[in-house]
């Protein structure tokens, strides 16, 4: 267990509405990152920190944003949501200490539906 | 582009029936091959990572193995506990993050 808490764990909200994810780690690790996961794709990475105030995108980033202002939460925010971020939602961090590996602890996700 | 094809989608057996599991994939430079457990529900869990080819790793019943092109998940005389989505990424080489990961075998193993 590596102390992750992703809240909510499920949400339904209406198109065009922002939303926020919290990620929340208790074991002070630098790097975290978020993924979703749809049907008939692997996890895709959309966005991942290397430190307080320190993110950078990843492949799948546009029409969202993240901002870490404290070690322990990562927050993914749609600023405007849309059908097509309907999506389970999982938080991670790096297991290994570094930022690139493959090895990460993942939460228990975040069910998304936009409607 | 990097690629990660998981074979086969699903694959159901008997308790104690051996089979593996299938990984290929396409990256410039890999870093290392991970392998992960996913149940319904659930965050995927890490259960190892391979570096180069000829390299073996082994947990209980599973045993991972890596070549040049592919990799197999291994899985000896399974027991029901062991169903779950099992999934194959890769980290490549280089300064950008970038870990490509497979959509999954479902394993289903029956009583």
């Known amino acids: 267990d590596a102390g992750i808490t992703q809240s909510p764990r499920h949400k339904v909200t209406e198109t065009g509405t922002p939303v926020t994810l919290r990620c929340h780690q208790t074991?002070?690790?630098?790097?975290m990152y978020w993924y979703r996961q749809d049907p008939g794709h692997g996890l895709r990475l959309i966005h991942y920190?290397?430190?307080?105030?320190?993110?950078d995108k990843g492949e799948v980033s546009d029409g969202y944003s993240v901002s870490r202002s404290k070690t322990e939460d990562f927050l993914l925010t749609l600023e405007s949501a849309t059908s097509s971020q309907t999506s389970v939602y999982f938080c991670?961090?790096?297991?290994?200490?570094?930022?690139?590996?493959?090895?990460?602890?993942f939460g228990e996700g975040s069910r998304l539906t936009v409607l | 582009e990097d690629q990660v094809t998981q074979s086969p989608e699903a694959l159901r057996l008997q308790e104690g029936e051996s089979s593996s599991l299938n990984c290929s994939y396409t990256?410039?430079?890999?870093?290392?091959l991970f392998w992960y457990r996913q149940d319904p529900g659930k965050g995927p869990e890490f259960l190892f990572t391979?570096?180069?080819a000829g390299e073996e790793k082994e947990k209980e019943r599973l045993k991972a193995t890596l070549t040049k092109k592919e990799s197999f998940l291994h899985i000896t005389a399974p027991k029901p506990e062991d169903s779950a989505t099992y999934l194959c990424?890769?980290?490549?080489?280089?300064?950008?993050?970038?870990?490509?990961f497979g959509k999954g075998t479902l394993l289903t193993v029956n009583p």
């Open positions: 990256v410039s430079g890999l870093r290392g």
């Open positions: 074991e002070n690790h630098r790097y």
């Open positions: 920190s290397y430190g307080v105030k320190d993110t």
């Open positions: 990424a890769v980290l490549r080489g280089g300064s950008n993050y970038k870990l490509t």
């Open positions: 991670a961090i790096s297991a290994g200490g570094g930022l690139n590996t493959g090895e990460l602890f």
């Open positions: 391979l570096y180069s």
